[in-house]
């Protein structure tokens, strides 16, 4: 049997990658019939936190993300390279509903005006910041029996608004209306507006 990402035989349990080692094999296939376990009793979420550093120069008005830094816990880690590449995606998309991405409509119609990749601005590599990921590896058996939770979404949930804090403290202006633009940082405080 398959418990808690080990292989039960009796009262022995085996690790799968000792077993596949001693057998010479690098992968295996079997077939099981799995049920979810009872989900009334427990949440289970995958949980994150996102730390980001901008710079903002107002002398020639650029503002970027230079470091983001995000602890994510997804239960059991089962692949530490596609986990990673799924955060760090999800990151720089991040980045791009903060300050880059809006869809702008047509008032007399309803469709969208920059449809396309020449008009709809999303982050290229050269807005990518240094990205830091840190994988907490706690297994959830709880929920299944890898202890795996899921890892699509979290990477991008809540860092628009870790960035929207990041340029609140780093220009003093905050703003609620994304994506933060130049324009939006630029425009003066309504009491000093003439």
């Known amino acids: 049997s398959f418990e808690q990402g080990q292989l039960?035989?009796?009262?022995?349990?085996?690790?799968?990658?000792?077993?596949?080692?001693?057998?010479?094999q690098s992968s295996a296939f079997g077939e099981?019939?799995?049920?979810?376990?009872?989900?009334?009793?427990?949440s289970f979420r995958s949980f994150g936190v996102h730390f980001v550093e901008v710079r903002w120069d107002p002398g020639i008005s650029r503002l970027r993300v230079s470091r983001v830094v995000s602890a994510i816990d997804v239960g059991k880690v089962i692949n530490q390279k596609t986990a990673l590449n799924q955060v760090e995606g999800a990151i720089v998309m991040g980045v791009g509903?903060?300050?880059?991405?809006?869809?702008?409509f047509?008032?007399?119609?309803?469709?969208?005006?920059?449809?396309?990749?020449?008009?709809?601005?999303?982050?290229?590599?050269?807005?990518?910041?240094?990205?830091?990921?840190?994988?907490?590896?706690?297994?959830?058996?709880?929920?299944?029996?890898?202890?795996?939770?899921?890892?699509?979404?979290?990477?991008i949930t809540g860092l628009a608004a870790a960035v929207a804090n990041a340029v609140s403290h780093a220009t003093g202006k905050r703003i609620r209306d994304l994506p933060i633009t130049l324009d939006k940082l630029m425009e003066l405080p309504p009491t000093m507006k003439v």
């Open 32 to 42: 099981a019939k799995t049920g979810m376990n009872d989900t009334s009793k427990h």
């Open 8 to 24: 039960k035989s009796g009262d022995k349990t085996f690790a799968i990658a000792d077993v596949l080692k001693a057998q010479k």
């Open 97 to 104: 509903m903060a300050l880059f991405e809006a869809t702008d």
């Open 106 to 155: 047509d008032e007399r119609n309803g469709m969208p005006v920059n449809n396309n990749y020449a008009e709809y601005v999303v982050p290229v590599h050269a807005d990518q910041p240094e990205i830091d990921v840190i994988l907490l590896d706690y297994p959830d058996f709880e929920l299944n029996e890898f202890g795996a939770r899921g890892i699509g979404e979290i990477g």
